[in-house]
């Protein structure tokens, strides 16, 4: 009886660590989707990094969040943040330079 404890404790340090895994890896590919569907043009409208540079920091973080399979590492946090960052204020901006009717 004395083992249950850290075993139940593993099992529940294990599914919350899926859940977070999942749930960056969602948000990380949901950026990734939207950086590719947009046109180049609007990104230097909107005063941002090029198309071309933030899908390639989206997509390595996401890969790197994939293959290191933990979303409690600097690469996947740093990629959580990039993700963040690309949809609450890039793709803020994208939306409002085509008056908010969908793609640019």
Known sequence: MAYAAPIFYDDVVA???LILLV???IIQA???VH???QRAEAFPAIGT???GAW?????ICFVLTLFLSGPINIASLIGIAAALIYLLD???GLKELGDGRGAW
């Open 15 to 17: 599914v919350i660590t």
């Open 23 to 25: 749930f960056a890896l």
């Open 30 to 32: 949901v950026a990734l």
């Open 35 to 37: 950086a590719v569907t």
């Open 49 to 51: 990094l090029s198309k």
């Open 55 to 59: 899908i390639a920091i989206l997509g």
């Open 90 to 92: 890039v793709r803020v």
